[in-house]
């Protein structure tokens, strides 16, 4: 268990998971055919469920480590292991994609979204990754400080990712290095709602 001076991030990170994984749901559920039909674009599922992903991580671990007498080493270990596998996944069905249709990209257009892509996997699965390395730091001893400092950093970064690829699932259009590394920058699909 974490110590006592942690119990306001992890109730605040918990409460704020619930309202982010239910505003996504408002946000999916507003046209969800643009997401979860067979006709939807792969890059639009992949960052769905990215966002999905990381809110759950974040509120699932931040609700674990409210309950008293136990070790969060292995909540960590196994959410992190759900969001390596699914990530590793989302990469897999990124790339089936991109080989089965790149005769209809233009050489360069095809790179670019094989590099947002990579952005979107390798990114997130590194920060899965960290986040398994501090479950073994915390299975080894639930009240190491420094892992619980590191997890704290961990559910921020989680959080802000599950944020921002919802925001992206938005439609929001964004500029500068964010805005060209956006895996729905170039997919022409209209934001959420739209026609």
Partial sequence: MPPSTFT??????????????????????ISPERVFS??????????AASAFTAL????FISTAALLPVSNIGY????????????TISLGIRLARNRWQNRSHFEKGRLWLRIVRDLVLVVGTL??????LNIS????????DLSAIYALATTILVVDGIGL????????????????????????????????
């Fill in 38 to 47: 067979p006709k939807a674009s792969p890059e639009l599922a992949a960052v």
């Fill in 75 to 86: 909540t960590v270990l196994a959410l992190g292991l759900v969001g390596s596998v699914n």
């Fill in 136 to 143: 073994i730091q915390l299975i080894g001893s639930s009240g």
């Fill in 164 to 195: 921002l690829r919802a925001w992206e699932l938005l439609g929001a259009r964004r500029s500068g290095l964010l805005g060209w590394l956006n895996p729905l920058e170039d997919t022409g699909d209209p934001p959420a709602g739209g026609p």
């Fill in 126 to 131: 590194i920060v899965y990754l960290f986040q």
């Fill in 56 to 59: 759950i991580n974040a509120f």
């Fill in 8 to 29: 306001s991030f992890f109730l605040a990170t918990s409460s704020g998971g619930a309202a982010l994984i239910g505003l996504l749901f408002v946000a999916t559920s």
